[in-house]
């Protein structure tokens, strides 16, 4: 039985204070609720306050990103074994906004993804087409092409610790969200990549989560979905009520 993920991603938003505040709010909001690994994936600085304020609840908390060195000249970039040490569980990679606005590739995701497993993260790897590709017909091809790719070299034994994130990028912070069928056929093709590469019983097993403005009003029908196993979300996982009613629909 693969296991829902329901992972907030925050991007650059809370500071220390506020981080602190809202997982004290959240915690009793969200406890008892253990059908789904509820993680809050935030900004670096917040990881400290995040994991003090998260000791002793079923939150879990994550990373926004991760670099695949363990030291060296990379100014403003975090190691694995630093997340580590810091007490972070999950770390996303590949997020459409680190490939639009840092340069991210599908080599550096590859890269940053076997790094991160080395150290014994989980990583929530993101994949996605944009508006034209789409369009043009290329959302299979791509979408399996970025999975393989994130995840050469990858051993079967380390999938396990891999959830990937379908997030179309027209459908990121647009408040455009895919139909549920959209977002179940790309998981599907997801799904499909990883049983070419590692055979359908391991395929099975891999949770796949959908990422694109996933709010309270469309988790239930997206989450009843065969192929959607969870949510990366953006905007909603600011908001503690929004975020509950997410988590909340994945315990139904």
């Known amino acids: 039985m693969r296991r829902t993920v329901i992972a907030g991603n925050w991007k650059m938003n809370m500071t220390p204070a506020e981080t602190k505040k809202f997982i004290g709010e959240l915690a009793p909001m969200v406890a008892g609720l253990d059908k789904c690994d509820i993680v809050l994936c935030v900004p ?38 630093m997340l580590v040490e810091a007490g972070v569980e999950y770390v996303v990679i590949g997020h459409s906004e680190r490939r639009q606005y840092f340069g991210e590739t599908d080599k550096t995701v590859n890269l940053r993804t076997k790094a991160a497993l080395a ?26 092409y970025q999975t393989k790719m994130a ?38 093709f997801v799904r499909a990549a990883i049983a070419e ?11 796949v989560q ?35 009613a997410i988590v909340k629909a994945a315990n139904a």
Request: charged share 20%; aromatic share 6%.
């Open 44 to 81: 670096a600085i917040d990881i400290p306050a995040a994991v003090e304020a998260a000791s002793g609840t079923n939150i879990r908390i994550g990373a926004e990103n991760v670099h695949f060195k363990e030291s060296g000249a990379y100014t403003g970039e975090i190691s694995a074994k």
């Open 119 to 144: 150290a014994g993260l989980k990583t929530i790897v993101c994949v996605g087409e944009s508006l034209e590709e789409r369009e043009l017909g290329y959302t299979e091809t791509l979408l399996k």
């Open 151 to 188: 995840l050469t070299g990858v051993t079967a034994e380390q999938l396990k610790n891999v959830v990937v994130a379908y997030e179309p990028v027209w459908a990121i912070g647009t408040g455009v969200t895919a139909t549920a069928e959209q977002a179940d056929e790309g998981n599907g």
């Open 197 to 207: 590469a590692y055979g359908a019983e391991a395929a099975e097993e891999v949770t």
């Open 210 to 244: 959908y990422g694109g403005s996933m709010n309270d009003g469309n988790a239930a029908e997206l989450l009843s979905k065969v192929n959607v196993d969870g949510g990366l979300i953006g905007g909603a996982s600011l908001k503690t009520d929004k975020f509950t």
